[in-house]
């Protein structure tokens, strides 16, 4: 077996098991990309009027969005930006992880939704886990991904074109050609331009599913160093006791936060309810931006700041794996990079079809060619009997 037979053999059987969860994975992937721009349009409660004073402290919004669940704990809030609500992602007995919306000037409540009520959060679970249990779904996932990279890679090797007169043809689709022309050209030419992209959104989205990608990327764009700053674990004094009259250690750490990120307009708390758990507190630079972003730690119990990670002094991993979704979904580049992915995620799904549709197409004439051999020598016999 030559090496272009052994590589088409391998391209051909790989797609073969990894081709239906590309196509769902890539076609969930291609409905994700304008997610935020289409629940705005369609959801009047996405919105809110800004308003000249500071947002209502954390510890009274979470109160008052809690206060609509007897029972339910809450450990995530996002302050969306000044035109947005604000978001306690709660988990409810008997009913699971809910997001709750309020208006972060007043307190109001504007919504509340389970993760199954909100048809983009089902798309990115079938995205994830193809709607399987979590585990399995995202080794499937992954798997998956793994080789569509290895796929794309020997794609372009057997799309090489052996001559220069043959590099023209190689790079434009024959529309006026047969059908079969066509979807070759669709599956060949297509692949080729879709390629690079598609094998970043592939890793990517293992990065964002991997803890062992994530490293990966981190080591890899660090030359293999490890940052102590960025990857040491701070904890609470527990020993500490907060006055009756202090400042909430959380309302604290969003003040302090706010003070040392003036410009962010997207904040992240969450809040660690193991005794010597922190405060950390995300300060994005862009709103529904999830890169360039400050990170900082506090005492829970004293308000006190622990830790301080700037992203101007991130390390160009640690700068990677925060980009990590907004490359994934195309909006690291804005408006520009989301159409990228779109088009290059529907092009990825379109793949195992166009693969199929070929290997079909020869797999028939092979059989053709057979029941033609075999007539011609029968009938060749017959004559010379004669």
């Known amino acids: 077996m030559g090496f272009k037979k052994g590589i088409l053999f391998l391209h051909r059987w790989l797609g073969f098991i990894s081709g239906l969860v590309v196509f769902i994975v890539s076609i969930t992937g291609c409905i994700f990309c304008f997610q935020d ?4 349009a369609v959801h009047a409660w996405r919105k809110v009027t800004p308003v000249e004073k500071p947002y209502i402290a954390p510890s009274m919004l979470m109160k008052a969005a809690l206060s609509k669940y007897p029972g339910a704990t809450s450990n995530y809030m996002y302050y969306f930006g000044a035109d947005r609500p604000a978001m306690i992602i709660a ?52 798997i998956s991904a793994i080789a569509f990279v290895f796929i794309m890679v020997m794609g372009i090797i057997l799309w090489w074109p052996k001559r ?13 050609g047969r059908w079969r022309r066509v979807n070759y050209d669709l599956h060949n030419v297509l692949g080729f331009y879709a390629a690079a992209i598609g094998i970043i959104l592939a890793i990517t989205g293992l990065g964002v599913d991997f803890e062992w990608m994530d490293k990966a990327i981190y080591k890899t764009a660090n030359l293999g ?31 302090s936060t706010k003070r040392l990120s003036p410009k962010a307009e997207m904040f992240l708390i969450y809040t660690d309810d193991s005794k010597a758990g922190i405060v950390g507190v995300t300060a994005y630079a862009n709103s529904l931006r999830y890169g360039n972003n400050d ?4 005492d829970k119990y004293s308000g006190k700041i622990l830790h301080q990670l700037p992203n101007s002094q991130k390390s160009l991993g640690l700068k990677l794996n ?11 580049l ?52 004669k």
């Open 37 to 40: 721009e289409i629940q705005d």
């Open 322 to 332: 925060d980009l990590n979704y907004d490359i994934h979904v195309g909006q690291a």
């Open 164 to 176: 220069k007169s043959d590099r023209k043809r190689s790079f434009t689709i024959k529309w006026n």
């Open 225 to 255: 160093k490890t940052y102590t700053n960025e990857t040491q674990i701070f904890k609470s004094d527990s020993v500490f006791k907060a006055s009756i009259n202090a400042l909430p250690a959380v309302d604290q750490a969003f003040l």
């Open 295 to 298: 990170s900082y730690m506090f």
């Open 91 to 142: 988990s409810v007995p008997k009913v699971g992880f809910t997001d709750i919306y309020l208006n972060p000037y007043t307190g109001q409540f504007l919504h509340a939704e389970g993760a199954k009520e909100n048809f983009f959060t089902v798309v990115e679970y079938i995205h994830l886990y193809l709607l399987l249990p979590d585990k399995i779904g995202s080794m499937v996932v992954g």
């Open 334 to 385: 804005g408006l520009f990079g989301k159409i990228m992915a779109f088009l290059a995620s529907l092009i990825c799904a379109s793949l195992p079809v166009t693969g199929f549709i070929i290997w079909w197409g020869k797999r028939n004439k092979s059989k053709s060619k057979k029941v033609k051999t075999v007539v011609h020598r029968r009938v060749h016999k017959q004559t010379q009997l």
